[in-house]
């Protein structure tokens, strides 16, 4: 059974710093495109950032400039370093693995922003 642990979150004063963290249970890690996503009350889940199996980078252009995403092949981990967080930024973030055949969940961290 696929599992992916999400790590990290909490509450983080505005223009604080966070690190997600996500473990996954993937025989193949190296050959999934990893992504974060985050879910607002009351709005759709969203790409925050992602990293292919090639290790091309792609990030939300809400997001640009104050996120990266990394991972550690041997670790079956990826990262989201996020900075200068903003309230709006308040939201649950989830990881997502997906590759041709399968795609997969985990169970969210939240992430509040708040003085």
């Known amino acids: 059974q696929v599992q992916l642990v999400e790590s990290g979150g909490g509450l983080v004063q505005p223009g604080g710093s966070l690190r997600l963290s996500c473990a996954a249970s993937?025989?193949?890690?190296?050959?999934?495109?990893m992504g974060w996503y985050r879910q607002a009350p009351g709005k759709q889940r969203e790409l925050v950032a992602e990293i292919t199996s090639v290790g091309r980078r792609n990030y939300a252009d809400s997001m640009k400039g104050r996120v990266t995403i990394s991972r550690d092949i041997a670790k079956n981990t990826v990262y989201l370093q996020m900075n200068s967080l903003k309230p709006e930024d308040t939201a649950v973030y989830y990881c997502?693995?997906?590759?041709?055949?399968?795609?997969?969940w985990g169970q969210g961290t939240q992430v509040t922003v708040s003085s």
């Open positions: 997502n693995a997906f590759n041709s055949g399968s795609m997969y």
């Open positions: 993937l025989s193949d890690f190296s050959s999934y495109t």
